[in-house]
């Protein structure tokens, strides 16, 4: 293939390690120069493409590139946009098109969820068939860690390890005042489909019985009852129970615990926490002291404490995204293939996107334990090689160091707006 | 002074270095062996000398000792016990002075805040009437940082950091998805009097402008017109507003927001966070989307991304506390003398117990910048050396080693239970 440009776009909601991704990316392309020219970034995701505003990567500086790597957040912009089906928007499909054509674009690589690669085929699908052919690479990313085929996804590693952390660190400030202060802690954690995260905080145990004591997720349906029989059985045994709610905790019924009709199950309004409606429901039910913590953004940006693990792999999948390309593969995402557990060793492997379009990654059932509140020793098996190592990013005065982009756009080219 | 074992407790909500402080005193103790026999750590707290249950610190190993260092929570745990004062409740008194008797302590360290200040000064006098003389030190701790006299408290440039570093991932993470998603960003922080916490919040900035655009102070009433300007400026000159607001903020009148009679400004039942309070208030009168985060104990169990400054001056406080004792002074507590804001540099100063006593330090008034959101030059200069340096924990399998006590009792010597 001749040697043409190249775009890369993120998507979604942002991670700790998507720029290092990134960063895998433009490095990696930088050393195919016979191939690979400029590479492009979208500004806003895919919106970059629409609206041709296309980042010229090649204005950074080098260590402004490198330092992508110890970066959070999305350093181009991302953006919540799913292209629709070929069929019911062919305009928006025509329109990156006629934009890549303009800026000579023949390479596009899309980092971001199942969605993601979803945009990615069809785009891929579209090139042939407008005579305008693409190289369409996927490179996994999602905290929620649902995607198929590949072993885990790029910046859910990093969320795990805060999570766990976290969950160690506060367990060990309740425990610490529980006999005379608060006995049950609720600690709020992402993941609105799977329980990827909060299954995350089983990795704060050391030994059976240690913290979190209870871990509510959503392939679990919430039982009232025997949840409250849970939390009380351990503070008298233990004499304090940490909790780790998943944002997606549910009824039988799908319903969402902190969603149950703008109301919780005493008539208060719901203000979005499930963490706050849980620690509620034990105290007007047990009268034990709480406290609780919503972590939100503050989880998957945590790029102080991210996963080493993490960080290579996200890395990896960028650099393989663009040999990938080179190698002249077409319509794949570079995948996370573990070959050993203890010590944890992993390589990249290929899937079609095909394959990895629209499919969710639950938790399997071999996952949770019996009685549904924890993991089982597989899990931890799974789970515990993905928050190895620490990379911390460089400090001054105090505080982490992470770069921010000149982000010069490329002159327009086409005539109409979008 | 003849040699005399001593009695060391922690006090009142715990931190992340409290337990190196202990480590200060435990150590320094034992390089004073001719004057300080044992060291007694209180089981939880206070009580533990109430109620005879004294940990032998000297069967735990050096190892475990050293490793207090970098150890969050209270190690022999804390409790919230305020000792009345002597006339109310003499017996109290009366029975610590029976256990210090019965097991041989002539030294007394209290680790706490403003009220356990005011207990170990109430301590001394006491000794000194029942004919029992007691060296009675107390050992500055509060991440609120309110304590007078010392130039900070141990404990809060630790959560001045982990609030500094969380508000600008946070807020970078919002940064890059503001043009489709998420407007408005609210971290609340701990602080219930004093707003010292989320002041430090504005360390995330680099230059004026920079998130975080707002920070709600409890010194500075809430005025709802002005800050639903201010956020409304702010989104459509920036794209976004990142918001950080003290749990402790208030009407005019000393209400706080969070807890206006239970229901916030639109009848809706709190649940308990001003964050999500604030959140909706500004979803409901301007239309943004939003995402709240609420802290909590994570932020004074963060060990994880703790001061290194803060460490030091931790530990360097509980070692002062012992060379205090040695040197027969009393009813005294180290201080941080500041002495260069930057470079900074600090030293050991002392305070008598009763000027520290029950004295709350608030933010004085020209570190709140005119506008009331946010800090001034002073503050920044005055708060900017306390999260300097990084003092990493030791991590085995991805996961900090935090130490867990042996926690031994010593043999009970009284009659009568308490």
Redesign the interface.
């Known amino acids: 293939m001749a040697r043409a440009n190249a775009f890369y776009a993120?998507s979604g909601?942002?991670t700790?390690v998507i720029n290092a991704s990134a960063c895998g990316v433009i490095e990696t392309a930088h050393q195919h120069k016979s191939v690979i020219g400029k590479v492009y970034a979208g500004r806003?995701g895919i919106?970059g493409a629409l609206n041709e505003e296309l980042i010229d990567t090649s204005k950074e500086s080098k260590r402004a590139i490198a330092g992508l790597r110890q970066?959070?957040?999305?350093?181009?912009?991302?953006?919540?946009?799913k292209l629709k089906s070929l069929e019911e928007n062919a305009r928006e499909y025509q329109r990156l098109i006629d934009v890549f054509r303009a800026h000579g674009i023949r390479y596009f690589f899309y980092n971001g969820g199942g969605d993601s690669q979803d945009t990615a085929n069809k785009v891929s699908q579209l090139g042939a068939r407008l005579g305008y052919p693409l190289t369409c690479i996927g490179i996994p990313k999602t905290v929620d860690n649902d995607l198929p085929v590949t072993d885990c996804c790029p910046g859910f590693g990093s969320v795990a390890?805060y999570v766990?952390?976290?969950t160690?660190?506060?367990a060990?400030?309740?425990?610490?005042?529980c006999?005379?202060?608060t006995k049950v802690?609720v600690?709020e954690v992402m993941g609105r489909h799977a329980g990827w995260i909060a299954a995350s905080g089983a990795?704060?145990q050391d030994r059976p019985g240690d913290p979190p004591h209870i871990i509510l997720l959503p392939e679990v349906p919430f039982q009232q009852r025997k949840f409250l029989k849970k939390v009380k059985t351990t503070v008298e045994e233990k004499g304090y129970c940490v909790i780790v709610v998943s944002e997606g905790a549910q009824y039988k019924d799908g319903t969402f615990l902190a969603d149950a009709g703008g109301k919780d199950a005493f008539g208060?309004?719901?203000?979005?926490?499930v963490?706050?409606?849980v620690?509620?429901l034990v105290k007007s039910r047990l009268g034990y002291k709480y406290?609780?913590?919503?972590?939100?953004?503050?989880q998957?940006?945590?790029?102080?404490?991210a996963?080493k693990?993490d960080v290579d792999q996200a890395y990896a999948l960028g650099k393989a995204a663009v040999e990938f390309a080179v190698a002249g593969k077409n319509a794949v995402m570079p995948t996370i293939v573990r070959t050993s557990d203890k010590p944890y060793r992993w390589k990249i492997g290929e899937a079609k996107l095909s394959r990895v379009a629209n499919v969710e990654r639950k938790m399997p059932k071999n996952y949770i334990s019996a009685d549904g509140f924890g993991i089982t020793a597989a899990a931890r098996r799974y789970l515990?090689p993905l928050?190895?190592?620490?990379d911390?990013p460089v400090?001054k005065?105090?505080?982490?160091q992470?770069v921010t982009l000149k982000n010069e756009l490329v002159g327009k080219k086409l005539p109409e707006k979008w």
């Open positions: 993120q909601g942002v700790s806003n919106l970066t959070p957040s999305g350093a181009f912009g991302s953006c919540r946009y390890k766990a952390v976290s160690r660190e506060a060990m400030d309740v425990a610490s005042m006999e005379t202060s802690f600690l990795l704060a208060h309004t719901q203000l979005g926490g963490g706050p409606m620690a509620e406290h609780w913590a919503v972590a939100d953004y503050l998957r940006a945590a790029r102080h404490v996963s693990t515990a928050i190895e190592g620490e911390y400090y005065n105090g505080l982490p992470y």
